[in-house]
């Protein structure tokens, strides 16, 4: 079991620039799940997918985000037209879609937007 | 809207000092309380899930028990390598499968 892994870990991008993330859940986990996650503050949600449906949004994703999982595996997160205010840390988690249903996160893709 | 307050924000221990965190939640259904372990630059590390009132769950130094309003999570005889970010969550109600976490406390075992 190789656990949840994302890629990159770390990027840095100028204002204005789009920018995408990569994340590969623990294989047999159905659910796919994007939190970000600001200094001092707990992980907040984005979205959610069971397979490769976008069931759940939070209203904290503008338009300028947009979140993939095509066939069901591995998922996409890109953000367009970067800000400042979108630097920090992007986690994804998965879990089984069954049972205790707890998330297991991955490592985190930390951004940075000059 | 859910709701999850965690107290102290930072606590310093002494090495064999034993103390406890809280964790308050708002949700009338609970579906889930959950507690992680966050090192810095690193993604939470789940410990617990509780999902009723009595409910204990321990591992090594840890123990997480549940009331019907908060949650604690005891530490004996802490070491340094317990310091970390601890992180408490509960699923959302109405259905959604996000969970809501709170800010975290800070904890410092010093040797």
């Known amino acids: 079991d190789t656990g949840v892994s994302q890629d990159p870990r770390h990027k840095i991008t100028k204002r204005g620039q789009n920018v995408t993330f990569r994340c590969d859940p623990i294989s047999e986990h159905n659910r796919l799940y994007w939190y970000r996650q600001t200094l001092g503050q707990g992980p907040e949600f984005l979205t959610y997918f069971q397979n490769e449906a976008q069931l759940e949004k939070s209203r904290l994703l503008s338009d300028r985000f947009s979140a993939e999982r095509p066939k069901g595996s591995f998922s996409t997160l890109e953000i367009q037209r970067t800000e400042q205010g979108d630097s920090a840390m992007y986690l994804c988690?998965?879990?089984?879609?069954?049972?205790?249903?707890?998330?297991?996160f991955g490592p985190g893709t930390r951004l940075l937007v000059l | 809207e859910d709701q999850v307050t965690q107290s102290p924000e930072a606590l310093r221990l002494q090495e064999g000092e034993s103390s406890s965190l809280n964790c308050s939640y708002t949700?009338?259904?609970?579906?889930?309380l959950f507690w992680y372990r966050q090192d810095p630059g690193k993604g939470p590390e789940f410990l617990f899930t509780l999902y009723s009132a009595g409910e204990e769950k321990e591992k090594e130094r840890l123990k997480a028990t549940l009331t019907k309003k908060e949650s604690f999570l005891h530490i004996t005889a802490p070491k340094p390598e317990d310091s970390a970010t601890y992180l408490c969550?509960?699923?959302?109600?109405?259905?959604?499968?996000?969970?809501?976490f709170g800010k975290g406390t800070k904890l410092t075992v010093n040797p």
């Open positions: 969550a509960e699923r959302a109600q109405g259905g959604s499968e996000k969970l809501v």
């Open positions: 988690a998965s879990s089984l879609g069954s049972g205790p249903e707890t998330q297991y």
């Open positions: 949700v009338s259904g609970l579906r889930g």
